[in-house]
Nanobody, 122 residues
Framework: VQLQASGGGLVQAGGSLRLACAAS????????MGWFRQAPGKGRHIIAA????????VYQNAVKGRFTISRDNAKNTVYLRMNSLKPEDTAVYYC????????????????WGQGTLVTVSS
């Protein structure tokens, strides 16, 4: 599966953005999906994951209650809605696909999209 992330940009603190990750191929609905981010000078960390059907989601504590992961299997797309953005959310955001269920283990993700940059100004 090939993944293409989009929707990043510059936003003021407190604002919102929605990222999208479009997948190629006919088997999108068989993959769990995750969103990762990498802040400047830091490692890549998973922040949200969603099961193949979309019924199950998990979040990193830092984004819980502010970010929402969702998917539309008919459109082969996974989304990340980000509200109440903070300067510390500034990062390159990546989507990834896992052959397993919704997982917060980065090692489970075999397919990666290119990143999209989110910059939150104070």
């Amino acid at each position: 599966v090939q993944l293409q992330a989009s929707g990043g940009g510059l936003v003021q603190a407190g604002g919102s953005l929605r990222l999208a990750c479009a997948a190629s191929g006919r088997t999108f609905s068989s993959y769990a999906m995750g969103w990762f981010r990498q802040a400047p000078g830091k490692g890549r960390h998973i922040i949200a994951a969603i099961s193949e059907s979309g019924d199950n989601t998990v979040y990193q504590n830092a984004v819980k209650g502010r970010f929402t992961i969702s998917r539309d299997n008919a459109k082969n797309t996974v989304y990340l809605r980000m509200n109440s953005l903070k300067p510390e959310d500034t990062a390159v955001y990546y989507c990834a696909a896992s052959g397993g269920t919704a997982t917060m283990n980065p090692s489970d993700y075999a397919y990666w999209g290119q990143g999209t940059l989110v910059t939150v100004s104070s």
